[in-house]
Nanobody, 115 residues
Framework: QVQLVESGGGLVQPGGSLRLSCAAS????????MGWYRQAPGKQRELVAH???????NYADSVKGRFTISRDNTKNTVYLQMNSLKPEDTAVYYC?????????WGQGTQVTVSS
């Protein structure tokens, strides 16, 4: 069974930074995609960014230039460095791990951007 454990959320002022981490454990296929989604109150869950095991990255337009996704394949861990945070980035952020026929989610971590 695969488990995803997230950390790093919290309260930050507009313009500030946070770094999220997500460690995957269990039986994981080596070719996979790890990423971050977020869900704000009253809105659908949306993709923030993802990175393949080969290093290809994709970002939502709303976070391009501000967020950076990276991963350490030796630790099965994905990171999301979030800079220049805005109030509209406030949401629960979910880690995701996907490969053929499988899709796993973390429990979510709250990110609140407010003065």
């Amino acid at each position: 069974q695969v488990q995803l454990v997230e950390s790093g959320g919290g309260l930050v002022q507009p313009g500030g930074s946070l770094r999220l981490s997500c460690a995957a454990s269990g039986s994981i296929f080596s070719i996979n995609v790890m990423g971050w989604y977020r869900q704000a109150p009253g809105k659908q869950r949306e993709l923030v960014a993802h990175v393949t095991s080969g290093g290809s990255r994709n970002y939502a337009d709303s976070v391009k230039g501000r967020f950076t996704i990276s991963r350490d394949n030796t630790k099965n861990t994905v990171y999301l460095q979030m800079n220049s945070l805005k109030p509209e980035d406030t949401a629960v952020y979910y880690c995701n791990l996907a490969y053929v026929g499988k899709n796993y989610w973390g429990q979510g971590t709250q990110v609140t951007v407010s003065s």
